[in-house]
């Protein structure tokens, strides 16, 4: 157990939905990271959040948002879904901000979202 | 563009005896790199990292090797047991909290 938790577990929605992922990093950590793992793809590094402000961004869909609140949970908002969002979404966390040689994250056991 | 490349797709090894588990990186700003397991249904496990101004970093029956001349990175595993099976990410990071990771590598450990 890593410390980090995320709900939903599973999630099934349709085409054109919104949908809110939840995330509560480890205690002490301040860094939220946000990771999507395609069937086809590995994972991929969606967004950072570090004491509740953005502070890294990837390949992330303008339909999808997050942010981190002052408890330090962290939530992924995913709108207008479609077909190709159908994913495994993990979140992550780490004591630092990132960077400096140092970076270990810890992923929790991520949300599996399919779209029909 | 693959910045991370595990070009293993998968690796059999004998119970006892040493897995060796590679990737390749093109990033030449990569400070950091880490490596991770995954088992089915479950979020990836830090396994061990190592900063890029070590060329060697050992946990247990794991370590880690950096070639940074070769833009190379190993795993260790000695001696296998039939517990490692999962899938092995490797990730580097450039001096930020972005990980890049490698597609994976899935160990099978045979008793």
């Known amino acids: 157990d890593s410390g980090v938790t995320q709900t939903p577990k599973h999630l099934i929605t349709a085409t054109g939905q919104r949908v809110t992922l939840r995330c509560s990093p480890r205690?002490?950590?301040?860094?939220v990271y946000w990771y999507q793992q395609s069937l086809d793809q590995g994972l991929q590094f969606l967004i950072q959040?570090?004491?509740?402000?953005?502070?890294a961004k990837g390949n992330i869909l303008e339909r999808f948002s997050a942010q981190q609140f002052p408890d330090l949970h962290s939530e992924l908002n995913l709108s207008s879904l479609e077909l190709g969002d159908s994913a495994l979404y993990f979140c992550?966390?780490?004591?630092?901000?990132?960077?400096?040689?140092?970076?270990?994250?810890?992923f929790g056991p991520g949300t599996r979202l399919t779209v029909l | 563009d693959q910045q991370v490349k595990q070009n293993s797709p998968s690796l059999s090894v004998q119970e006892g005896r040493i897995s060796i588990l590679n990737c390749d990186y093109t990033?030449?700003?990569?400070?950091?790199f880490l490596w991770y397991k995954k088992y089915p249904a479950e979020g990836p496990t830090f396994l061990i990292s190592?900063?890029?101004?070590?060329d060697k970093n050992e946990d247990g029956r794991f370590t880690v090797f950096l070639n940074k001349s070769a833009k190379h990175l190993s795993l260790h595993i000695v001696p296998s047991q039939p517990g490692d099976s999962a899938v092995y990410f490797c990730?580097?990071?450039?001096?930020?909290?972005?990980?890049?990771f490698g597609q994976g590598t899935t160990l099978q450990v045979k008793p």
């Open positions: 992550a966390s780490s004591v630092s901000e990132g960077g400096r040689g140092y970076n270990e994250q810890f």
């Open positions: 205690s002490g950590d301040l860094s």
């Open positions: 959040y570090y004491n509740g402000e953005e502070r």
């Open positions: 990033n030449s700003m990569f400070d950091y």
């Open positions: 190592i900063s890029s101004i070590k």
């Open positions: 990730a580097a990071s450039a001096n930020t909290g972005k990980l890049i």
